[in-house]
T-cell receptor, first 110, second 116 residues
Framework: SQQGEEDPQALSIQEGENATMNCSYK?????LQWYRQNSGRGLVHLIL?????REKHSGRLRVTLDTSKKSSSLLITASRAADTASYFC??????????FGKGTRLSVIA | GAVVSQHPSWVICKSGTSVKIECRSL??????MFWYRQFPKQSLMLMAT?????????EQGVEKDKFLINHASLTLSTLTVTSAHPEDSSFYIC????????????FGQGTRLTVV
């Protein structure tokens, strides 16, 4: 079953702009993870944020987590054409497997 | 990071035949692996949890007799799609993690299955 709901479903921006994607989930979690998937390829792990963390940075990525609202956001700053991909949030509760959201398809236009 | 290798990356088979997909953790022992299925432009849907040395746990709606999972060692899990039909055409991805809830999961490259 899916837990996460991302919005927007699709996002198109110009190179250099920032891209923000949001994710909401339904149950309590241990952590929330963001993944990237290029068309027809496997998943690349971007960042993991634990339930007791509120914000995390990695290079041009910034992730926030609001457990009271059961939501997270992924911000990609100074986007590049190479950032074009689908981005998924996934949540983990205890030892259960990752449950993925529906994803956001990001297009960065050069 | 850890590496999970999935093979083959793509396969075309005839209706009624069976296809085996392998998922290997190359540099760590994975007591648990997960199999996901992804239709075009959709998200990953968990099919089953594969536990080394025991039976797999299937998600609701996934036929265990059709999608056979074997996890015979700590580094290898296989998914066999039996008596494949065109509607089984999809992208199948395996995943393995270190076991602790607060560790990232590592994914294979995925297998594109086309049943003709």
């Amino acid at each position: 079953s899916q837990q996460g709901e991302e919005d927007p479903q699709a996002l198109s921006i110009q190179e250099g702009e920032n891209a923000t994607m949001n994710c909401s989930y339904k149950t309590s979690i241990n952590n929330l993870q963001w993944y990237r998937q290029n068309s027809g390829r496997g998943l690349v792990h971007l960042i993991l944020i634990r339930s007791n963390e509120r914000e995390k940075h990695s290079g041009r990525l910034r992730v926030t987590l609001d457990t009271s609202k059961k939501s997270s956001s992924l911000l990609i700053t100074a986007s590049r054409a190479a950032d074009t991909a689908s981005y998924f949030c996934a949540t983990r509760s205890g030892n259960t497997p990752l449950v993925f959201g529906k994803g956001t398809r990001l297009s960065v236009i050069a | 990071g850890a590496v999970v290798s999935q093979h083959p990356s793509w396969v075309i088979c005839k209706s009624g035949t069976s296809v085996k997909i392998e998922c290997r953790s190359l540099d760590f022992q994975a007591t648990t692996m997960f199999w996901y299925r992804q239709f075009p432009k959709q998200s990953l849907m968990l099919m089953a949890t594969s536990n080394e040395g025991s039976k797999a746990t299937y998600e609701q709606g996934v036929e265990k007799d059709k999608f056979l999972i074997n996890h015979a060692s700590l580094t290898l899990s296989t998914l066999t799609v039996t008596s494949a039909h065109p509607e089984d055409s999809s992208f199948y991805i395996c995943s393995a993690s270190g076991g602790h809830p607060n560790t990232e999961a590592f994914f294979g490259q995925g297998t594109r299955l086309t049943v003709v």
